[in-house]
């Protein structure tokens, strides 16, 4: 299982593709990916993947790819793919020269815009809550949140992407689509449930998907992070 492999391995975090397959398998649609070890493998994966793609780090020990230069994007060539792996490698040995390389996720590449943030939180106190608003870079500026106590009612989940005055996006402005609503309270939904299985909440502290794209043909975890508890 992947929480004992992590453990195991000492690690407190699971991958970015370890936390997109378990999404996965919850039913929450991400980019087509491929892991890779080395950056001569990379061309082959952009065949596979087809374009444009976006080339992310693997560490066990970065959590924020993007403050180390972990993180590079449109890549339409195979030659700038190789380049792009390269260049994240030496990033990381700029910023974190401790930090192991443990690989290159090549993942199609999906803008999000605006960009969604749906988390779990386990808190120790109160106990697992949903988290839904306005993601990427202003979480913390714009401070855009509903959050929710799980396991969630459908009022709940209503209540987290109609709350704030962003949720207000989605239902379509100057002229761009609404957004797949039901593909949403799905995604809302899948988090939640997991607060009716304890054997595989106790192994959790959070669930972060953060850039969340919604858009009129569904959702896309484009980032995830899963933290284990103690």
């Avoid at 378990?22 to 065949?47: K, Y």
């Avoid at 509903?146 to 987290?160: F, G, K, Q, Y």
Wanted: overall charge negative; some cysteine.
């Amino acid at each position: 299982m992947t929480f004992s492999k992590a453990r195991a391995e000492g690690r407190t975090t699971l991958s970015e593709p370890e936390s997109k397959t378990f999404l996965t398998q919850l039913g929450i649609p991400t980019p087509a990916s491929l892991q890779i070890t080395t950056p001569d493998q990379a061309p082959t994966a952009l065949e596979t993947i087809g374009t444009p793609v976006a080339i992310k780090l693997i560490s066990s020990a970065i959590t924020h790819k993007t403050e180390v230069g972990g993180v590079i994007f449109p890549i339409d060539t195979a030659e700038a793919a190789t380049q792009a792996c390269h260049r994240i490698a030496a990033n990381l040995r700029t910023h974190r020269p401790d930090a192991p390389l443990d690989g290159f996720l090549i993942e199609a590449y999906r803008p999000a815009q605006p960009e969604w943030l749906l988390s779990l939180r386990n808190d120790p106190l109160f106990g697992p809550a949903i988290l839904f608003g306005l993601g990427g870079i202003y979480v913390e500026i714009l401070k855009q949140i509903t959050v929710r106590l799980a396991p969630l009612a459908p009022a709940d989940i209503e209540a987290l992407i109609s709350e704030t005055p962003a949720t207000q996006i989605l239902r379509g402005v100057r002229g761009a689509p609404p957004a797949n609503l039901a593909a949403l309270r799905a995604a809302i939904q899948s988090l939640s449930d997991l607060t009716k299985t304890p054997d595989i909440l106790a192994q959790i502290s959070e669930i972060e998907i953060n850039p969340l794209t919604v858009t009129a043909h569904g959702v896309l975890a484009l980032d995830a992070l899963i933290v284990l508890r103690p």
